[in-house]
T-cell receptor, first 112, second 110 residues
Framework: GAVVSQHPSWVICKSGTSVKIECRSLDFQATTMFWYRQFPKQSLMLMATSNEGSKATYEQGVEKDKFLINHASLTLSTLTVTSAHPEDSSFYIC????????FGDGTRLSIL | QKEVEQNSGPLSVPEGAIASLNCTYSDRGSQSFFWYRQYSGKSPELIMFIYSNGDKEDGRFTAQLNKASQYVSLLIRDSQPSDSATYLCAVNSVADKLIFGTGTRLQVFP
């Protein structure tokens, strides 16, 4: 069964809207979660590492003020895409640091 | 720049044949290697992982690792149309991070 739950599956919204995506670990505690982004026909690119109780670590080129990550509990990390624009449209996927990594079902974000 | 490279394909094989998917990586310090299957519009699903040189078999899947050559492969025996998907090779990096290849698209035709 699924070990990581991600919500919502689909989001369609207007440009300028902020969108929050949730990632939950099921039946285990995850001190670390990872957020990825995947554009069509491309591979997964790690955006940031979410650390419970501390600041997230962002990969080079990812704007931390644009992509806000909160990991306030051992089972929940959230990614907020602030003031989203069409170029932010992508498939966002989270995973938990359970070895090996298992992924959530992903969130398809479409900004009009 | 640590890299993971795969042939993008598509790799087309007939039903019942063996599909061979290959991956090379640049970081000699990598210790863990993973194969994920991704259907169109879905998130990746773990197929196999391998840590030691040699072969590891799980049902119709065999992962092969050669650290000296920095090469990892996935063999799929008795390929089925349902195996048609993109296969992603991933290699561990620092702090449990994974570096993904661009994926190989596999097409199994009846």
């Amino acid at each position: 069964g699924a070990v990581v739950s991600q919500h919502p599956s689909w989001v369609i919204c207007k440009s300028g809207t902020s969108v929050k995506i949730e990632c939950r670990s099921l039946d285990f505690q995850a001190t670390t979660m990872f957020w990825y982004r995947q554009f069509p026909k491309q591979s997964l690119m790690l955006m940031a590492t979410s650390n419970e109780g501390s600041k997230a670590t962002y990969e080079q080129g990812v704007e931390k003020d644009k992509f806000l990550i909160n990991h306030a509990s051992l089972t929940l990390s959230t990614l907020t895409v602030t003031s989203a624009h069409p170029e932010d449209s992508s498939f966002y996927i989270c995973s938990a640091s359970l070895q090996p990594q298992h992924f959530g079902d992903g969130t398809r974000l479409s900004i009009l | 720049q640590k890299e993971v490279e795969q042939n993008s394909g598509p790799l087309s094989v007939p039903e019942g044949a063996i599909a061979s998917l290959n991956c090379t990586y640049s970081d000699r310090g990598s210790q863990s290697f993973f194969w994920y299957r991704q259907y169109s519009g879905k998130s990746p699903e773990l197929i196999m992982f391998i840590y030691s040189n040699g072969d590891k078999e799980d049902g119709r899947f065999t992962a092969q690792l050669n650290k000296a050559s920095q090469y990892v492969s996935l063999l799929i025996r008795d390929s089925q149309p349902s195996d048609s998907a993109t296969y992603l090779c991933a290699v561990n990096s620092v702090a449990d991070k994974l570096i993904f290849g661009t994926g190989t698209r596999l097409q199994v035709f009846p």
